[in-house]
């Protein structure tokens, strides 16, 4: 059994325990890169870019080289793609049209279609909710450009989500810092209403600053990628994957 796999299964049986006494455990999950691979969606607006006939009139020569990109998992963004297929930096115009184009569709209910779980992600969230557990999906989503792709997407791969157990919460406008969005979501908690609160989040500035202010919140960094605004917490749980049989050494 894995690392991932026995702290995944501490959790679960935690989780039953404090129900078995009549106490009620948190689980909250970040979606983009801990429940999500979003590396196709990212993909699918690439390929889109370079199939647009305006795009291709006005960059000739570099168009070829994106018919045929591919995003990887630990890719964040779109730079690193751009750079494998040869682009890699010197070419301004291409990179804000890509950017632009990029960034109205990335944030947008309509290619939320194309993310992918993580291994054993549905399966492992639904037995956190299956034992009891109350289950919160804290994403820095934003209502207005996402809310809805966002819950037709989650039910399209099965997760948990009846508004009730199992909720999705999402940033009211998109300007608000998702650092400080997620922060004071959780400080604003009933206390003592949880007897235990579990964090699964991929991103380390958003870690950081929930535990200088909330330490007692059990964080779990999902080790996929993230922004590089800061580097990953050294003491605290790591999971690479959400799968409870995977057989390894990591």
């Known amino acids: 059994m894995t690392h991932s796999s026995h702290l995944l299964r501490q959790i679960l049986v935690k989780i039953e325990e404090f129900q078995n006494q009549g106490q009620q455990s948190l689980a909250v999950f970040d979606l983009d890169s801990t429940l999500f691979d979003v590396s196709p969606r990212v993909e699918r607006i690439l ?7 305006v795009n291709q009139k006005r960059f000739p020569e570099q168009i070829p080289l994106l018919k045929d990109i591919r995003t990887y998992r630990k890719d964040w963004g779109f730079q690193n793609a751009l750079q494998r297929a040869g682009l890699d ?9 890509v950017r632009d184009f990029w960034y109205t569709r990335f944030f947008s209910n309509e290619y939320l279609q194309y993310d992918l779980p993580y ?4 399966e492992y969230v639904n037995a956190c ?27 399209r791969w099965g997760f948990p989500l009846d508004d009730r157990q199992t909720r999705l919460v999402l ?14 979501w959780f400080a604003a908690l009933p206390e003592k209403q949880y007897a235990d609160v579990w964090f699964f989040e991929n991103e380390p500035v958003n870690i950081h600053h929930l535990r200088a202010q909330l330490p007692h919140v059990n964080v779990v960094f999902f080790e996929s990628t993230h922004a590089g605004k800061a ?5 605290i749980p790591k999971i690479m994957h959400f799968l409870l049989d995977e057989q390894g050494d990591n």
């Open 47 to 53: 390929l889109e870019f370079a199939a647009d006939p």
């Open 89 to 97: 930096g010197h070419h301004p115009e291409l990179q804000e049209a």
């Open 119 to 122: 291994d054993g992600a549905v």
């Open 129 to 155: 909710a299956n034992l009891g557990a109350e289950v919160v999906y804290l994403t820095g989503r934003d209502v207005h450009r996402m809310g809805s792709g966002s819950a037709l997407t989650m039910k």
């Open 171 to 184: 940033k009211p406008h998109k300007s608000m810092d998702d650092a400080e969005f997620k922060t004071d």
């Open 231 to 235: 580097a990953p917490p050294e003491d």
